[in-house]
Nanobody, 121 residues
Framework: VQLQAFGGGLVRTGGFLRLSCAASGRTFSSDGMGWFRQAPGKERVFLAAITWSGGSTHYADSVKGRVTISRDNAKNTVYLQIRSLKSEDTAVYYC???????????????WGQGTQVTVSS
């Protein structure tokens, strides 16, 4: 499975951003897709996950209500929308592939290269 994340950039505080993750080479055994982020000097943390098959989702409590994960099976693309952006959202955002829906970082086998999001006033 190959993943390519894009859509990051410089965004104003309070703004909105949609990240995309294009997947290629996936099989039926790679049903889960997740988004993580890693701020400077911090660990990579889970944000949201979705299944290709049924669209079931998980969200981290820290971003629930501000973040929406979705997928377009025809385009093999997963999206992450973030609203009301804060400076604390500044990080490198990664998409990743797992066999099933999970919050566990260790369960994700394939990772995209990451896309930088910088939130500034």
């Amino acid at each position: 499975v190959q993943l390519q994340a894009f859509g990051g950039g410089l965004v104003r505080t309070g703004g909105f951003l949609r990240l995309s993750c294009a997947a290629s080479g996936r099989t039926f055994s790679s049903d889960g897709m997740g988004w993580f982020r890693q701020a400077p000097g911090k660990e990579r943390v889970f944000l949201a996950a979705i299944t290709w098959s049924g669209g079931s989702t998980h969200y981290a409590d820290s971003v629930k209500g501000r973040v929406t994960i979705s997928r377009d099976n025809a385009k093999n693309t997963v999206y992450l929308q973030i609203r009301s952006l804060k400076s604390e959202d500044t990080a490198v955002y990664y998409c990743a592939s797992a066999s099933a829906l999970t919050r566990r970082k260790e369960a994700y086998e394939y990772w995209g290269q990451g896309t930088q999001v910088t939130v500034s006033s």
